[in-house]
Structure formats: C-alpha cells, structure tokens
C-alpha cells in the first residue's frame, strides 16, 4: 500500500525559474527507472516555487529514493539555481486514490 511520501518545495532564484522547471522535468528518467518510487510528480506552485511529490510503500524505497539520483543532482545544483536551500518533508500518507 502506498503510504509514504516525500514533498519538496523549491523556490527559484530571479531569472533561473525556466532551468528550474527544466531541471525538474528533465529528471522524470531518472525517476522511471526507480522501482521503489511508485509516483513521482513535478510541480510548478507559483512562478518561482517549485514541487516534487513522491510516493512509496516502503521506507526503504523512500530511503533509497534520497539518496539516488534525482537527491544527488538537486543538490549538487541548488547553490546555483535556488534562492533559499530545498525544503524536504517526509509525509505519511492518511488516505489514497
């Protein structure tokens, strides 16, 4: 059952809103091939907030998932493109569709 999750917000800096969308969207790959993520969203909140919304039946696959490829490259980036450090939440989840 999938009952955990994983919300990112991330805030652009001014005039890196487009790389930003671009970083987030160009790693749906590296999401695909992540058998322990069972969905994996980018999202656009405001013109310079960000999202990634990930869900998981394990622990191990939420772990797994922190620290794969998609974790590595956002913040091996976020010095240069975001204006404040990513916020990470762990979430559970109460009830799923």
């Known amino acids: 059952m999938v009952n955990l999750a994983i919300l ?3 805030e652009a800096k001014p005039g890196k809103e487009q790389i930003v969308a671009d ?5 749906l790959p590296l999401a695909m091939e992540e058998t322990g ?3 994996w969203f980018a999202l656009q909140i405001g013109p310079s907030t960000f999202g990634i919304f990930d869900t998981f039946e394990t622990s191990e696959a939420r772990a797994a998932h922190l620290g794969g490829e998609i974790a590595k490259a956002l913040m091996a980036n976020a010095p240069d493109l975001l204006a404040v450090d990513p916020v990470i939440e762990m979430v559970d989840l109460l009830a799923v569709k």
């Open 23 to 27: 970083f987030i969207t160009g790693a």
């Open 37 to 39: 993520t069972i969905n």
């Open 8 to 10: 990112v917000r991330l």
